[in-house]
C-alpha cells in the first residue's frame, strides 16, 4: 500500500512542529509535585499536539474518497427525485481502460505525450499525492476483449459506437463533472450550517534576558472553537483556550490559564428569516437538480449526434459505392462507343462526349472515397478515438436501416407502372397532398406531440424553476431594505495565562467572576442606495426570465412542429427517390437497347446513367434523413430514454394516454379574467 507524501514526512522526522521541553531532562531537583505537575503539562501538551499533527498527516486519498461518498449519495438522493429513476452508477472516474487506450497502444499509433492515452499512462511528479487516484478505477466499456490486430479495423456497430463515445468522448465526460461539481456545491453550502470544530495549538519557548536576570519558559496554548450557524439566522460561537505555563529556571513554577469566551448573534429583522438566510442552500439543491435535468438532455442531445453521425459516414460510404457503380458503367458506355465509332456506326464527337463524361465519373469517385474518409475521421473524433486509427462501420447497419418495414413498402419494385396509372391528357389536373394513411409510428398529431414535449422536455422544466429562483431573488432583496437589527451576547469566564503570571494560582471557570454583554446594534435604513438598484434589478431578472420561458416554449413548440414537417416530407421523398430509381434504371435499361439498335446517341445513355445515379443518392439520403428525424423528433419530444452507458429505449407511442397529459396541461393554464377572449 503506498504511503502518503504528508504522512511519510510526518513519521521520517521523527517529532512534531511543536517543541516541548522536558523540565526533569535539567538534572536540577524538583518536589515530587512540581515534577508531577510538570509531567502533566508535558502529557497533555504532547498529546494534544499529536492528536493535531496526525489529523494533519490524512492521506489525501481519503479525502477523495470522502468527496465521492458524498456526492454519491447527494446525487443518488437527487436522482431520484428530479427523474424518478436511479443514478444508473453515475460516476467520473476515468475507467481502467478505453478504446482509444487499446488502439493507440495496440495499432502502435504516434503520441505526443504518455498522457494522449489517458491519465493511467501519465507520467506524474515526484511529489504527487495521491497514487490511489490510478488504482481506484473501474472497468469501462470495450467493444471486445481480443487483441487488436494492428493492421485489421476494428467493426463498430451503433449500439457499440454509442457505449464507445459514453467511454471516451471528452465533451460527454465534462458534463459528467459538472453534475459532480453541482453536488460538490451543495455540500459546501450544507456545510455552512453545521457545527464547525477548529483546533489549534501554539508551544513557544522563549528566553528573556535583562538586567534583573533570565527567564526561561515555556507556554504551551490549546484551544478549541466551535461554531454553529442556525437557518433562523442566529450564529453560535465559542472558544475554549488552556495556557500550560511553566518556568524552566528561578523558582520552576508552573500555572494553568483556562478561559471561555462565547457569543451568540441573532438578527432580529434583516436577515433574521429562515427563507432568506438558507437561500444559498436552497440554490444549491435547485442547481444539482437542473445539472443532472441539463445532463439527462444532454445524453439525448449526444446520443442522436452520434447515430446521425453514424448513418451519415455510412451514407457516405454508400455514395462511394453508387459512384464506383456509375464510373463503370460509363467507362463501359465509352468502351461501347468506341467500338461503334470504329465501325462507322457513330460519330467521333460522341465518343469525346462519353470520354468527358468517363473523367467527370472518375472525378466523383475519387471526391467521394475524399469524403467519407474525412466523415469517418471527423466521427472519430466525436468518439474520442485517434484519427489515424483503424476503426470501419458496420454496413449491415445501413442494410438494417434500409430493410426496415416502414421503408421497404416504398422500396420494394412496384408492380404498378407510371403509365397505367396517368389519366388522360385532358383530364382535370387534382394533386394529392401527403396523408397520414401511409404515416410512420412516430408521426404524430402536432397537437399531440406538443402537448407530450411540454410535459417532458427537462430544459422546459429548468426554465420554470428559473422563474421561481428570480421571485426568490425579488423576496431577498426586498429584505436587504429593511433595517438592521442585531443582537449579540458575549460571556467571558476564566483567565489566560503567560511567563509574566506564571506564579499566579490556576484559573477556573467561575460564573460568578465572568463577563457579561449584550448588545443591541441597530442600522437605520437611512441610507439603501445599492439595496434599492439590486431589488430594482431583481425584478427586472424576474421579467427576463419570464421571457426566458417562452422564448424556451415557443422554441421547443417550433423544434416538434419543423421535425414532423420535415418526416412527412422525408418520407414523401422516399417515395419519390425510390419511384426515381426504377425509372432511371428502366431508362438506363432502354436507352442501352436503343443504343444498340441505332436509335439513340451516345448523350442519352450518358444523362440516363448520371440520373440513376442522381436518383440513388437521393433515395439513400431520404432514408437516412427520415432515420435520423425520427430520432431528433423523440429527443425534441423529450421521450428518447439514454443511459449512462449511451444505450437508448426508444419511444412506443401507444405507452402514452394523450387525454391525462392534456389534462395535466391544462391545469397550467391561468383562470379567465376580465378581457381575456
Not at 72 to 100: C, H, M, V, Y
Not at 312 to 318: A, G, H, P
Not at 364 to 393: N, V
Not at 461 to 472: F, L, W
Request: include cysteine; proline fraction near 4%; hydrophobic fraction near 35%.
Amino acid at each position: 500500500m503506498t504511503m502518503d507524501l504528508r504522512t511519510r514526512q510526518c513519521q521520517e522526522s521523527g517529532s512534531m512542529p511543536f517543541g516541548v521541553s522536558n523540565p526533569q531532562g535539567m538534572g536540577i531537583y524538583q518536589p515530587n509535585r512540581q515534577r508531577q505537575r510538570v509531567g502533566q503539562i508535558v502529557t497533555v501538551a504532547f498529546t494534544l499536539t499529536l492528536t493535531f499533527a496526525f489529523s494533519g498527516c490524512r492521506a489525501p486519498s481519503s479525502y477523495r474518497a470522502e468527496a465521492d461518498q458524498v456526492a454519491e449519495d447527494i446525487l443518488n438522493t437527487a436522482w431520484e427525485q428530479a427523474t424518478g429513476k436511479q443514478s444508473d452508477g453515475f460516476t467520473i472516474t476515468p475507467p481502467e481502460q478505453t478504446l482509444r487506450e487499446r488502439l493507440l497502444l495496440q495499432q502502435d499509433l504516434p503520441m505526443i505525450s504518455p498522457a494522449s492515452a489517458g491519465s493511467a499512462h501519465d507520467s506524474r511528479i515526484e511529489q504527487w499525492p495521491d497514487d490511489g487516484y490510478i488504482e481506484d478505477r473501474s472497468s469501462g466499456y470495450l467493444p471486445s476483449s481480443e487483441p487488436i490486430i494492428q493492421d485489421t479495423p476494428i467493426l463498430l456497430s451503433l449500439d457499440e459506437a454509442l457505449q464507445v463515445a459514453a467511454n471516451n468522448n471528452r465533451g460527454y465526460q465534462s458534463q459528467k463533472e459538472s453534475v459532480y461539481q453541482a453536488a460538490l456545491r451543495l455540500d459546501l453550502q450544507r456545510d455552512a450550517f453545521r457545527s464547525t470544530w477548529s483546533g489549534v495549538v501554539d508551544s513557544v519557548v522563549s528566553a528573556s534576558l535583562s538586567s534583573s536576570g533570565e527567564t526561561n519558559g515555556v507556554v504551551t496554548s490549546p484551544a478549541v472553537d466551535v461554531s454553529k450557524q442556525f437557518k433562523n439566522g442566529m450564529r453560535f460561537t465559542s472558544l475554549l483556550a488552556v495556557d500550560l505555563v511553566n518556568l524552566l529556571n528561578g523558582s520552576r513554577e508552573s500555572s494553568t490559564g483556562l478561559s471561555l469566551d462565547t457569543s451568540l448573534e441573532i438578527p432580529l429583522l434583516r436577515g433574521s428569516s429562515e427563507f432568506v438566510v438558507t437561500e444559498p442552500l436552497t440554490q444549491a439543491e435547485r442547481d444539482v437538480v437542473y445539472a443532472i435535468y441539463g445532463f439527462e438532455r444532454f445524453k439525448r442531445t449526444f446520443a442522436v449526434q452520434i447515430a446521425s453521425r453514424y448513418l451519415s459516414v455510412l451514407q457516405q460510404k454508400d455514395r462511394v459505392q453508387n459512384a464506383v457503380e456509375n464510373y463503370e458503367r460509363v467507362v463501359a458506355s465509352t468502351r461501347r462507343a468506341r467500338r461503334l465509332a470504329d465501325a462507322g456506326r457513330l460519330p467521333g464527337i460522341q465518343v469525346d462526349q462519353s470520354v468527358q463524361d468517363e473523367l467527370r465519373a472518375r472525378n466523383s469517385w475519387i471526391s467521394a472515397i475524399q469524403s467519407y474518409e474525412q466523415s469517418l475521421d471527423d466521427f472519430k473524433i466525436t468518439l474520442g478515438l485517434p484519427t489515424d486509427s483503424a476503426i470501419e462501420l458496420d454496413p449491415q447497419e445501413f442494410d438494417k436501416l434500409l430493410n426496415l418495414t416502414r421503408y421497404e413498402r416504398y422500396l420494394e419494385t412496384n408492380t404498378d407502372t407510371l403509365e397505367t396509372q396517368v389519366p388522360p391528357a385532358d383530364a382535370p389536373v387534382k394533386l394529392d397532398p401527403p396523408s397520414r394513411a401511409d404515416a410512420g409510428p412516430l408521426e404524430l398529431v402536432e397537437d399531440d406531440a406538443v402537448l407530450i414535449a411540454l410535459l417532458n422536455r427537462l430544459d422546459l422544466r429548468v426554465s420554470v424553476g428559473e422563474i421561481v429562483d428570480a421571485q426568490r431573488g425579488v423576496a431577498i432583496a426586498a429584505d436587504n431594505l429593511r433595517a438592521d437589527v442585531t443582537l449579540l451576547g458575549r460571556a467571558s469566564l476564566g483567565e489566560s495565562r503567560s511567563l509574566s503570571s506564571a506564579d499566579e494560582p490556576d484559573a477556573q471557570l467561575r460564573t460568578d467572576r465572568g463577563f457579561y454583554s449584550l448588545l443591541l446594534g441597530i442600522d437605520l435604513p437611512f441610507e439603501r442606495t445599492s439595496e434599492r438598484n439590486s431589488y430594482r434589478n431583481a425584478l427586472i431578472n424576474y421579467e427576463q426570465t419570464i421571457r426566458a420561458l417562452q422564448d424556451a416554449e415557443d422554441s421547443v413548440k417550433f423544434d416538434v412542429r419543423s421535425v414532423l414537417r420535415d418526416l412527412i416530407e422525408f418520407r414523401e421523398t422516399i417515395k419519390i427517390q425510390a419511384e426515381a430509381v426504377r425509372v432511371a434504371q428502366r431508362r438506363v435499361d432502354s436507352t442501352n437497347l436503343f443504343l444498340q439498335a441505332g436509335r439513340a446517341e451516345i448523350r442519352d445513355l450518358l444523362e440516363a446513367q448520371n440520373a440513376l445515379n442522381s436518383a440513388q443518392d437521393s433515395l439513400t439520403n431520404a432514408v437516412v434523413s427520415y432515420r435520423i428525424g425520427e430520432l431528433e423528433l423523440q429527443r425534441d419530444l423529450g421521450v428518447l430514454e439514454v443511459g449512462n452507458d449511451g444505450l437508448w429505449v426508444e419511444f412506443d407511442p401507444s405507452s402514452i394516454d394523450i387525454e391525462e397529459i392534456r389534462m395535466m396541461i391544462g391545469s397550467n393554464r391561468p383562470a379567465v379574467i376580465d378581457g381575456d377572449a
